[in-house]
């Protein structure tokens, strides 16, 4: 028994603290220098990473400043680390001259890392729809799978949850129809999404155009580059419906996009080298309005005068 006894060994009460701290220190979070060599962007990252003027600017910041705001990375099995969030300040990092760039690292599984990619994202304030409308796709399915849900029934009440489309809505702060709508604009083909991007193609006339399929999409492009014009939103609504009935055929195209709108039935544009043969020099855009305002309302006043 007293052999027994000289064998126990009593932790002592540094070695106890020591253990508590190294444990508190492996979870705590670091930020620690990694080159940027190491750090590639997210797979399928849906977010443009442009050299414009706002970039320039935050190159210049981090230039003087350094970058103030950690990024986000996972380890990568294949070497190196994924970038999870800061993808514009490690391309700033580049311009600025800068070797390395602080990242806290996390084990993060696909889904949870998709969902703080496009929340780290969706801050920005200048968004393209193309962002928008793959970002919600990305994070939408991230959310169906971590609910644990197939995705068909996902798209149900189940018990007191919301639906995945609800709770995604509810976040970015949009109604759950317009999320949809952005969605449904990453069925189109590329060279019309950028139509979309580029402000050419209206969200609306977009969404009834992503019902259309890939090879009809690929023949409105040529349609609209033959007809020079892009479709309203009744003329996508038209296409949207010769297309479901199954007769959406180039002809068909053409003659709808050569329709005239009635937009341009109802506009009347005058030019300023139109106006100005009126008007002396001096005077400015805004003072030419005022004068025009005020001649139709002389001119509407002696119409209804002669009426009585």
Not at 2 to 16: F, G, P, Q
């Amino acid at each position: 028994m007293k052999s027994s006894a000289k064998n126990i060994r009593l932790t002592s009460v540094d070695e106890l603290f020591s253990t508590e701290e190294s444990r508190e220190d492996a979870q705590r979070e670091k930020v620690v220098e990694i080159a940027l060599s190491q750090l590639h962007p997210f797979q399928n990252h849906p977010f443009q990473v442009r050299d414009d003027q706002a970039m320039q600017e935050t190159a210049d910041s981090i230039r003087e400043y350094g970058v103030l705001v950690p990024a986000i990375a996972r380890p990568d099995p294949n070497g190196g680390y994924e970038l999870i969030a800061g993808h514009r300040r490690h391309r700033a990092s580049q311009l600025a001259g800068k070797e390395t760039m602080p990242v806290i690292i996390r084990e993060l599984d696909d889904d949870a890392a998709t969902i703080i990619m496009v929340d780290s994202n969706l801050q920005r304030e200048t968004l393209l729809p193309s962002e928008r409308a793959f970002a919600y796709k990305m994070k939408l399915e991230a959310m169906k799978r971590q609910a644990g849900r197939p995705q068909k029934e996902n798209m149900s009440q189940v018990g007191t949850q919301k639906r995945s489309d609800q709770l995604l809505a509810e976040q970015v702060g949009q109604s759950r129809n317009q999320v949809q709508r952005y969605i449904r604009l990453t069925e189109l083909i590329p060279e019309l999404l950028e139509l979309v991007d580029e402000h050419k193609i209206a969200l609306n006339p977009a969404y009834e155009l992503s019902f259309l399929k890939k090879e009809e999409q690929t023949k409105l492009l040529d349609a609209m580059e033959s007809e020079q014009t892009t479709p309203s939103l009744s003329q996508a609504q038209r296409l949207k419906k010769f297309s479901q009935e199954g007769h959406l055929s180039i002809d068909v195209m053409r003659a709808i996009l050569s329709e005239e709108k009635k937009s341009e039935v109802d506009r009347v544009t005058l030019t300023g080298d139109t106006l100005r043969k009126y008007f002396p020099k001096s005077y400015t855009p805004q003072r030419m309005q005022d004068t025009i305002i005020k001649l139709l309302e002389q001119w509407q006043r002696r119409q209804k005068e002669q009426e009585r």
